[in-house]
């Protein structure tokens, strides 16, 4: 993308009508929320979606810059920003107000380091202090200098700064500050200073996963230095409040390493057999088993094994099976140990020895619960070895011969699935109709039926597939009904017979309300194509109105009393440490130590209505979108009404339209469907600019790297970081690009573009070649289950966006 750099001012003047009708949007959209330096409670009536009022005399245009130099730092366009609040301190002192300028100065600060430009942080910081010395924000002022100062490797002057903070700011984020102050003393080689600030850190309190983090960090530097006893004084402090498996697995492990290094090897020996014990499927097990071994001390075989089967080792579960054999009798071996024998031999290719290890608990174990899972297992080791015929055999032996073992649906499926594989539709099918028949409402008989009919449909056998349909809509639930019925209206419609398709359909639609399969049969009876966009958006409201309104339902759904207005966070929950720190952190661009209080704040709530309603209210106003959104969820949990059955108020809170002065422009120079984007954005990321993902994917509409590499190259990006995807407007920008690639290679097919979104173009084009051009068939196509469930889920984002925001 080619950026044309106007003056700031005169891109303010030219913008100046949007700007007070919404700044930056197409047509009647909803003003962001803007992040404050020091957000405060509310303190008037919320209108968090509505566009500005018209002001009755003209706002003066250094005004103006400043709001939209606010916007800019909503949106992450770092650059804009500083040239707008620079183009505001660059006027005339009788064209700008004190306070205009000062918000000018501390912005132009914020902006320079949210960039990581650390010596211009410094500098305009410096120079706010400097001239505003009585503004509120001076405290924070001095925290982000403290930032910039480390950034910088400016220790001395950093620790300053944040003990300077402390003195103005006391009880907020001390232990915060304090951590800073540590790791400034750290990198001067300070250790004792480092320490002591640290340990004043601990006691100042924080969330809990933050506070144990500082613990592991204070560890690390007591083993640093030499002090192996104080680290694993800490890591124990750690397991008295850690509740994760893996994390306290993970711990304890440390621990045992820290005695092992203080010549305490009994201990560590304790430690490490203590993990083995309490959490052998983790990967922290399989490291203190290995140390065990590697010391010579004995560990129990069958232990052994397990752990190291959990850790792919198979060899070594082998290994530790045959020791166990030497100790023990052969019938008094468990008989779980066996079945993890059969699995080991498998994975290293001993076919054979797998089957006499399932067969050995066949023959000595016939009334225990893993008599099932070794037949499964035979069946599973023959078609691994290549011998379909042989795998069928043993799947249909296992029901024919113990119908009643709970296996028994599993193994039936497999036997219509591997027929499936070897182009046998009619032995598929009469697998399939046995499981619909002799398991009715087994999950396996649910798929194994509606794999079935999608195959006779397929094939054009339209009263085999109308026969499982039917079936599977007696005797299934909730989605596998809806998907009964659906297929039932479309093939009835496809014969003629309009009156059994109406039928069909909206028992469909009552079948999984708000789920993707009623929501296409509403498509059906409606004639309405999927992702048929409205015929116009609307994205104004009467939010005062709406307001009150959700605010009545609140009461009457859950007996609230309370009289005035229910928004208002309560005196009891501002002053709740998590509310203030969370607060100061976030406006300080702390996100992720912020997004632990309000992550520990929502869970705390999460069955009081009234509190996740004054806190969604609240995060929304701060702009912590994500965790605005899990709270108007746990509203609607709680009353357990689908979203378009709340209040349109709080429906929107729970589908809002952030960044819609972002996503409206893209998706309008597009010729996108901007409610398909904000649904899009909502599964990716839910609003959340901060979100990663395992294969890299960052920001609101998850990217991959090499896919964000070419984009960049396809858009011109000047300066292309893959760290710039975290600005809003940038991945708004790389996402909408990329859905409208694969909106124009598909011929505008939105669910075809989906699943090449996310799974790439070649598959999206190999399942459409098998589908054809039915919509429904192509999701059946669709080979990846993720895949098939992220288009799904987008859909039903997508049906309540039209809903919510669609007119006409």
């Given at each position: 993308m080619?950026?044309?750099?106007l003056?700031?001012?005169v891109?303010?003047?030219?913008?100046l009508p949007v700007?007070l009708?919404?700044?930056g949007?197409?047509?009647?959209?909803?003003?962001?929320w803007?992040?404050?330096a020091t957000p405060?409670v509310p303190t008037?009536?919320?209108?968090?979606?509505?566009?500005?009022?018209l002001?009755?005399?003209?706002?003066?245009?250094?005004?103006i810059?400043?709001?939209t130099?606010?916007?800019?730092?909503?949106n992450?366009?770092?650059?804009?920003?500083?040239?707008t609040?620079q183009?505001?301190?660059s006027?005339?002192?009788?064209a700008?107000t004190?306070?205009?300028?000062?918000?000018?100065a501390y912005?132009l600060?914020?902006?320079?380091?949210?960039?990581?430009?650390?010596q211009?942080t410094?500098n305009?910081l410096?120079s706010f202090?400097?001239q505003?010395p009585a503004?509120g924000?001076?405290p924070?002022a001095?925290?982000?200098?403290?930032?910039a100062?480390?950034?910088?490797?400016?220790?001395q002057?950093a620790?300053i700064?944040?003990?300077?903070?402390?003195a103005?700011?006391?009880?907020?984020?001390d232990?915060?500050?304090?951590e800073?102050?540590g790791?400034?003393y750290?990198?001067?080689g300070?250790?004792?200073?480092?320490?002591?600030?640290y340990?004043q850190?601990?006691?100042?309190g924080?969330?809990?996963?933050?506070?144990?983090a500082?613990?592991?960090?204070v560890?690390?530097v007591y083993?640093?230095?030499g002090?192996?006893?104080?680290?694993v004084?800490?890591?124990d402090?750690i397991?008295?409040?850690?509740?994760n498996?893996?994390?306290?697995?993970?711990?304890?492990?440390?621990?045992?390493q820290?005695?092992a290094?203080s010549?305490?090897t009994t201990?560590?020996y304790?430690?490490?057999?203590a993990l083995l014990?309490a959490?052998?499927?983790?990967?922290y097990?399989?490291?203190?088993l290995?140390?065990l071994?590697e010391?010579?001390?004995?560990?129990d075989?069958?232990?052994?094994a397990?752990?190291a089967?959990?850790?792919?080792?198979y060899?070594?579960a082998?290994?530790?099976?045959y020791?166990?054999?030497?100790q023990?009798?052969?019938?008094?071996?468990?008989?779980?140990?066996?079945l993890?024998l059969?699995?080991?031999?498998?994975?290293?290719?001993?076919s054979?020895?797998?089957?006499?290890a399932?067969?050995?608990?066949?023959?000595?174990?016939?009334t225990?619960?893993?008599?099932?899972?070794?037949?499964?297992?035979?069946g599973?080791?023959?078609f691994?070895?290549?011998?379909v015929?042989?795998?069928i055999?043993?799947?249909q032996?296992?029901?024919?011969?113990?119908?009643?073992?709970?296996?028994?649906?599993e193994?039936?499926w497999?036997?219509?699935?591997?027929?499936?594989?070897?182009?046998q539709p009619?032995?598929?099918l009469?697998?399939y109709?046995r499981?619909?028949?002799?398991?009715?409402?087994n999950?396996?008989?649910?798929?194994?039926l509606?794999?079935?009919?999608?195959a006779?449909?397929?094939?054009?056998?339209t009263?085999?597939?109308?026969?499982?349909?039917a079936n599977l809509?007696a005797?299934?639930a909730?989605p596998d009904?809806?998907?009964?019925?659906?297929w039932?209206g479309?093939?009835?419609?496809?014969?003629?017979?309009?009156?059994?398709?109406?039928t069909?359909?909206?028992?469909?639609?009552a079948?999984?309300p708000?789920g993707?399969?009623?929501?296409?049969?509403?498509?059906?009876?409606?004639?309405?194509?999927m992702?048929q966009p409205?015929?116009?958006?609307?994205?104004?409201f009467d939010?005062?109105?709406?307001?009150?309104?959700a605010?009545?339902?609140?009461?009457?759904t859950f007996?609230?009393?309370?009289?005035?207005?229910?928004w208002?966070m309560?005196?009891?929950?501002q002053?709740?440490?998590r509310v203030?720190a969370?607060?100061?952190?976030w406006?300080?661009?702390a996100v992720?130590e912020?997004?632990?209080?309000f992550?520990s704040?929502?869970d705390?709530?999460?069955?009081?209505?009234?509190?996740s309603?004054?806190?969604?209210i609240?995060?929304?106003g701060?702009g912590v979108?994500?965790y605005s959104i899990?709270?108007?969820a746990?509203?609607l949990?709680?009353a357990?009404?689908?979203?378009?059955d709340?209040?349109?108020?709080?429906a929107?809170?729970?589908?809002?339209?952030f960044?819609?002065?972002?996503?409206?422009?893209?998706?309008?120079?597009?010729?996108?469907?901007?409610?398909?984007?904000?649904?899009?954005i909502?599964q990716?990321?839910?609003?959340?600019?901060?979100?990663?993902a395992?294969?890299?994917?960052?920001?609101l509409?998850?990217?991959?790297?090499s896919?964000?590499?070419?984009?960049?190259r396809?858009?011109a990006?000047?300066n292309?970081q893959?760290?710039v995807?975290?600005?809003?407007?940038?991945?708004?920008a790389?996402?909408?690009?990329?859905?409208?690639?694969?909106?124009?290679?598909?011929d505008?097919?939105?669910?075809?573009a989906?699943?090449a979104?996310?799974?790439?173009?070649?598959?999206?084009?190999?399942?459409?070649?098998t589908?054809?051009?039915?919509?429904?068939?192509?999701?059946?196509?669709?080979?990846?289950s993720?895949?098939?469930?992220?288009?799904?889920?987008?859909?039903e984002?997508y049906?309540v966006y039209?809903?919510l925001?669609?007119a006409?």
């Amino acid at each position: 993308m080619t950026r044309t750099t106007l003056s700031p001012l005169v891109f303010v003047v030219a913008c100046l009508p949007v700007l007070l009708a919404g700044c930056g949007q197409a047509g009647p959209t909803p003003t962001p929320w803007i992040v404050t330096a020091t957000p405060d409670v509310p303190t008037s009536t919320p209108t968090p979606v509505a566009s500005p009022t018209l002001e009755p005399s003209p706002t003066p245009v250094p005004d103006i810059a400043l709001r939209t130099a606010q916007l800019h730092l909503t949106n992450g366009d770092y650059e804009a920003a500083v040239l707008t609040f620079q183009s505001v301190l660059s006027q005339p002192a009788d064209a700008v107000t004190a306070d205009v300028r000062a918000s000018a100065a501390y912005g132009l600060g914020e902006a320079a380091l949210r960039e990581g430009l650390f010596q211009e942080t410094a500098n305009a910081l410096t120079s706010f202090l400097a001239q505003y010395p009585a503004d509120g924000r001076v405290p924070q002022a001095y925290f982000m200098r403290g930032d910039a100062m480390l950034g910088l490797g400016q220790w001395q002057p950093a620790i300053i700064d944040f003990q300077q903070y402390l003195a103005l700011r006391p009880g907020v984020i001390d232990s915060y500050a304090l951590e800073r102050i540590g790791d400034a003393y750290l990198a001067q080689g300070l250790t004792a200073e480092a320490l002591t600030a640290y340990g004043q850190a601990i006691d100042a309190g924080r969330g809990l996963v933050p506070l144990l983090a500082l613990r592991e960090r204070v560890a690390q530097v007591y083993l640093n230095v030499g002090r192996p006893l104080d680290a694993v004084a800490q890591y124990d402090a750690i397991l008295t409040q850690a509740e994760n498996d893996g994390y306290r697995a993970e711990i304890m492990l440390l621990a045992g390493q820290a005695l092992a290094v203080s010549g305490d090897t009994t201990g560590a020996y304790q430690r490490f057999q203590a993990l083995l014990s309490a959490y052998p499927e983790t990967e922290y097990a399989y490291q203190a088993l290995t140390r065990l071994l590697e010391a010579g001390q004995a560990v129990d075989p069958a232990r052994w094994a397990r752990i190291a089967a959990a850790a792919e080792d198979y060899q070594g579960a082998i290994s530790a099976l045959y020791q166990l054999t030497s100790q023990v009798a052969l019938a008094d071996i468990p008989a779980d140990v066996h079945l993890l024998l059969g699995r080991a031999y498998r994975e290293t290719g001993n076919s054979s020895a797998a089957m006499t290890a399932f067969q050995t608990i066949l023959d000595q174990y016939p009334t225990s619960p893993e008599f099932g899972a070794a037949l499964l297992e035979q069946g599973r080791t023959a078609f691994l070895s290549g011998d379909v015929a042989g795998a069928i055999q043993r799947y249909q032996s296992l029901v024919d011969t113990y119908p009643q073992l709970p296996e028994a649906p599993e193994a039936l499926w497999r036997v219509g699935y591997l027929y499936e594989t070897q182009n046998q539709p009619a032995e598929s099918l009469a697998a399939y109709e046995r499981l619909g028949r002799e398991y009715p409402g087994n999950e396996w008989a649910m798929n194994g039926l509606l794999r079935a009919a999608t195959a006779a449909i397929k094939r054009g056998e339209t009263a085999t597939a109308e026969r499982l349909l039917a079936n599977l809509g007696a005797t299934g639930a909730g989605p596998d009904v809806a998907s009964a019925y659906l297929w039932l209206g479309k093939l009835a419609l496809q014969g003629g017979n309009t009156t059994q398709a109406q039928t069909a359909l909206q028992a469909a639609t009552a079948a999984d309300p708000g789920g993707y399969f009623s929501i296409r049969a509403e498509d059906l009876l409606l004639g309405r194509a999927m992702f048929q966009p409205p015929a116009a958006y609307r994205f104004e409201f009467d939010n005062q109105l709406e307001l009150g309104q959700a605010e009545d339902w609140l009461r009457a759904t859950f007996g609230i009393t309370q009289t005035d207005a229910l928004w208002p966070m309560s005196a009891e929950l501002q002053a709740d440490p998590r509310v203030v720190a969370g607060a100061e952190l976030w406006a300080l661009q702390a996100v992720n130590e912020a997004g632990e209080e309000f992550s520990s704040l929502l869970d705390d709530h999460k069955f009081d209505p009234l509190t996740s309603y004054q806190l969604a209210i609240w995060l929304r106003g701060i702009g912590v979108y994500t965790y605005s959104i899990v709270g108007a969820a746990n509203i609607l949990k709680a009353a357990n009404v689908e979203t378009l059955d709340a209040p349109p108020y709080l429906a929107r809170m729970r589908y809002p339209a952030f960044y819609s002065d972002l996503v409206l422009p893209e998706a309008q120079a597009r010729g996108i469907d901007p409610l398909l984007l904000f649904a899009l954005i909502r599964q990716e990321s839910l609003f959340d600019r901060y979100a990663t993902a395992a294969a890299g994917e960052k920001g609101l509409t998850q990217v991959i790297p090499s896919t964000a590499d070419y984009i960049a190259r396809q858009l011109a990006w000047p300066n292309y970081q893959p760290t710039v995807l975290f600005r809003p407007y940038a991945s708004v920008a790389f996402g909408a690009y990329y859905l409208w690639e694969q909106l124009n290679r598909f011929d505008f097919n939105p669910p075809v573009a989906l699943a090449a979104y996310n799974a790439g173009p070649g598959n999206a084009a190999a399942w459409l070649e098998t589908a054809g051009s039915d919509p429904d068939l192509f999701m059946e196509a669709i080979a990846f289950s993720g895949t098939r469930l992220y288009v799904q889920r987008i859909y039903e984002h997508y049906q309540v966006y039209r809903q919510l925001y669609g007119a006409g």
